[in-house]
């Protein structure tokens, strides 16, 4: 029986031949992870096949599973040809069914952030093609409760993160038992928690990601997938413990498959997974700091610059006049990008919502736009533009060029008033360049915010005509992902944001090719604070782009709380910024403690979100973020309605603080009177 065991920092990775139960003589090799030191006996260790894979037509080896999953079909059946174990930490696994189906399973181990990337390629070597089903991306199996010998799922929980407009990457923990997830007394069947999202937003609904935390161990497991298209994560039960796996939709799940012809071959995307002492946010920071290493980003973006975004000032009607105002306003504050937003492009007669795609720049309002770049850079800033170029919107011309747009079952496909070119046709390509790329470069626009408001769902036809809508749709992503490229290196130096309705598309594969990404279109709401945090778990800090709206008649209350609020990510300014100079004292003022903290904000560990509020619209309590880095730690409160006060045990001296509330740093402890519409920043540490 092949069995290999190999440590990686302070965690054992398990290779592990298990016979598939209720077929004799049959075996596969599983994958499992465990603390180094934890004690695990090879023989009772279980697992399934650690490559999922699933081709059209094959049989079930477990019983009641049609449905549910595509988990343990006849082609898992594999057997390991051979290991090949780099020094840098890459281990390679051949496996075969002995019939010209063969996977490179690939693993590789980041020994600074602790976390693995997985990865699985299918080769045929058969005499025909082979239509995939299914094909995960990672696949860990024997995962028990450590706390009670590991042979049994009892006490852990499953975290998932829950996603939709302004309310992104909230996290929701269920126990085990909760979900159903817990062994009959008969011991039949499989129990199964299958969940995703279908379509070209790839954080609606959920957010790739998921931990199972055993407590009581102190122990906790967690994932994130690149997946630009439909994608789907699921626990599987079956007996005394269980398996997690994830990648692609599935056939079932989202209506992919994909013939592969003989000498072909397919490659998942990544997973990254992490196995960490303490709870989520444990394996949340080393997955986050694991994206940061990796991120390749224009050397003005090193120093997290604010920005400011005219959006929230013209609501999609920006002008060459309105411009002006806002940089003689803007004078004086550290700003190095202002980024002209939605409307630039649209007819007197029609609204910026549905004019996309003819990106004509209307001459009454911008009679010469490279004019109004040089002045935003006399003003010491980069100029940045809006373009949702993937998609036309009803009110343009091209809207009616049907030929340039996706089509399901031969008719174009239409999401209300918008329509998805084809980006895998060369003339859209050609058209692409000449309205956009061209226009950047030309312009001399050094930021480009790309945003995208709507989502094509099941999928899209082949370029041929032929239906295969999963595929269809993968297709597609893998275009818009490349034009991102097609973009960095036409327009040297050129700053991306990843923009989809605020954060429907920050999943990991299309946020390592941008700087930026926004956060949510929580544009100024009370929730702001509970937003920015949820995402700053999954979302590195320095790409984390979070509004600061501001008003001419705000109180200096609610400038601290937005600033606040945007200081767990990046420092987006829109709003009203001709005000008073006390006001603008302040925003200042908070701009430089800002200053101050940045290492921390873009290195440290979150250490705790300590958050009561339930109803995010009704928002009554308060939060608490704690970041810290090299010694010293940020903590940041916001007070909603009916917030008690806050007492919070510290470490140091208080350096710092940018706040208008009543607060005491004494004996280690940070005391802070609640007052609604209120909060805080502190700062600890030499």
Request: net charge negative.
């Amino acid at each position: 029986m092949f069995f290999k065991k190999y440590v990686f920092g302070d965690v054992a990775v398990y290779y592990v031949e298990s016979p598939v139960e209720g077929h004799e003589k049959t075996t596969t090799v599983g994958l499992a992870v465990y603390p180094a030191d934890a004690e695990v006996d090879p023989k009772k260790l279980h697992c399934d096949s650690l490559v999922q894979v699933a081709f059209k037509g094959d049989d079930s080896l477990i019983d009641y599973t049609r449905g549910v999953t595509m988990r343990n079909r006849a082609a898992t059946v594999l057997k390991v040809v051979k290991q090949v174990h780099f020094s840098s930490g890459v281990l390679n696994t051949y496996l075969t069914d002995g019939a010209g189906n063969e996977y490179i399973h690939r693993l590789n181990y980041d020994r600074v952030t602790g976390v693995f990337t997985v990865n699985v390629r299918y080769e045929n070597h058969t005499k025909g093609p082979r239509t995939l089903e299914h094909l995960s991306s990672f696949s860990l199996s024997g995962i028990g409760a450590l706390s009670r010998g590991a042979s049994t799922t009892a006490g852990l929980t499953l975290h998932r993160m829950t996603s939709a407009w302004s309310r992104e990457c909230r996290l929701k923990s269920e126990p085990f038992s909760a979900l159903g997830l817990d062994m009959s007394w008969g011991r039949y069947g499989v129990k199964v928690e299958r969940w995703g999202e279908v379509g070209s937003m790839a954080n609606r609904g959920y957010f790739p990601f998921a931990a199972i935390e055993d407590a009581a161990a102190g122990v906790t497991l967690g994932v994130q997938l690149e997946a630009p298209f439909s994608w789907q994560l699921e626990v599987y039960e079956e007996k005394e413990t269980c398996a997690l796996s994830g990648g692609l939709a599935d056939y079932e799940f989202g209506h992919w498959r994909k013939e592969i012809p003989a000498g072909g071959s397919f490659t998942t995307h990544m997973a990254r997974f992490c196995l960490k002492r303490g709870g989520v946010n444990a394996v949340c920071n080393a997955l986050v700091h694991e994206a940061d290493h990796r991120l390749e980003v224009p050397e003005t973006e090193e120093s997290m610059p604010v920005l400011y975004n005219e959006y929230c000032a013209t609501w999609g009607n920006p002008s060459e006049a309105k411009i002006e105002k806002q940089l003689k306003a803007l004078q004086g504050l550290p700003v190095s990008y202002f980024v002209i937003d939605s409307g630039w492009y649209k007819p007197m007669d029609r609204n910026w919502c549905n004019a996309i795609g003819d990106w004509n720049v209307n001459p009454e309002i911008f009679p010469d736009m490279k004019r109004v770049v040089e002045k935003i850079e006399a003003h010491g800033m980069k100029a940045g533009i809006w373009f949702e170029f993937e998609i036309a919107g009803r009110d343009s011309d091209v809207f009616a060029c049907k030929n340039a747009f996706v089509r399901r079952d031969g008719t174009v496909l239409t999401c209300k008033n918008r329509r998805f070119f084809d980006l895998r046709l060369a003339e859209v390509k050609r058209y692409l360049d000449g309205k956009m790329t061209y226009f950047l470069r030309d312009n001399g626009f050094k930021y480009l915010k790309i945003d995208y408001n709507d989502s094509i769902g099941l999928g899209c036809d082949l370029p041929d005509g032929t239906p295969s809508l999963g595929e269809g749709g993968r297709q597609l992503a893998e275009e818009s992902l490349g034009w991102l490229d097609h973009l960095r290196e036409e327009v040297k130096g050129i700053v991306l944001e990843n923009c989809a309705s605020g954060g429907s598309r920050i999943e990991p594969l299309r946020m390592s090719k941008v700087s930026m990404c926004s956060f949510s279109d929580a544009h100024e709401c009370a929730e702001i604070p509970l937003v920015a945090a949820n995402v700053s778990r999954v979302v590195p800090a320095r790409q984390s782009q979070i509004w600061v709206v501001l008003r001419k008649n705000e109180s200096d209350a609610r400038t601290i709380y937005s600033l606040c609020a945007a200081m767990m990510g990046r420092i987006c300014l829109s709003g009203d910024i001709g005000r008073p100079k006390e006001k603008i004292g302040l925003i200042r003022r908070g701009l430089e403690f800002y200053s101050s903290v940045k290492e921390i904000v873009r290195r440290g560990d979150i250490v705790s979100v300590d958050c009561d509020v339930e109803y995010y619209r009704m928002p009554t309590g308060r939060q608490v973020y704690v970041k810290e880095y090299g010694g010293r730690r940020l903590v940041i409160v916001h007070f909603f309605k009916d917030a008690k006060d806050v007492e919070l045990p510290v470490v140091g001296r208080l350096a710092d603080a940018f706040t208008d509330l009543s607060y005491t740093a004494e004996d280690g402890v940070l005391r802070i009177r609640a007052e609604e519409g209120h909060a805080g920043a502190f700062l600890f540490g030499d």
